[in-house]
């Protein structure tokens, strides 16, 4: 209902929410200083692209499984040839409209805190509001492999820091990056 906002009912929710650039930009405050990423970047860990990974075997995955709750499962698999993590949900290829396949080359997971937000949505569900502060754990999804991590996020403004074991800032590779917000209660990756 926001001014700006519209469902588009060719398409089925909630992927059918859109926004008229048009009349929202207008009511966005100009910024002074450029946008900082989401995640937090160092100089000295880095993959210069999506090959320079060379994770050791017990790290090789091909397929992700996150479940969000008892009636909420999804799954990554990772494609070779496309160079891509392809995403499904209900066991069905999650595609655009026009039937092309969605995939990301990066794919963030974090484990995070949730707590009843008092709405439910339109079939009667609970909707789960999500603390993106503090710090949790985590994996991050690359070429076929997984590394885990600690995430840590101190203030709503602040970037997200990805740590690997050694407590050292891991950079994401440069791609299209998914980022899963999966309860620490309930579940599952």
């Known amino acids: 209902g ?7 009912s060719n398409r089925t929710a909630p992927h059918n929410l859109f926004v ?15 946008a900082v990423g989401l995640f937090a970047r160092t100089d000295n860990y880095t993959w210069s692209d999506i090959g320079a990974l060379e994770p050791v075997a017990e790290d090789l995955v091909s397929r992700v499984t996150l479940r969000y709750s008892s009636v909420e499962t999804l799954t990554w698999t990772w494609s070779k040839n496309d160079k891509l993590w392809l995403r499904a949900e209900s066991g069905q290829p999650f595609v655009t409209p026009e039937g092309t396949r969605i995939g990301a080359e990066n794919i963030v997971i974090l ?29 991050i999804l690359v070429a076929g492999a997984r590394m885990a991590v600690t995430w840590s996020k101190s203030k709503l403004s602040s970037q997200i820091m990805l740590k690997d074991g050694g407590g050292n800032l891991v950079n994401l590779p440069v791609g299209r990056t998914w980022v899963e917000l999966i309860p620490k209660t309930g579940g599952k990756v």
């Open 2 to 8: 926001s001014a700006g906002s519209y469902r588009d």
């Open 111 to 139: 484990m995070v805190k949730t707590s009843a937000s008092g709405y439910t949505d339109s079939a009667g569900n609970r909707v789960p509001r999500t603390t993106l502060t503090g710090s949790g754990t985590g994996y």
């Open 20 to 34: 008229h650039l048009d009349t929202l930009a207008p009511k966005v405050k100009k910024r002074t200083t450029p």
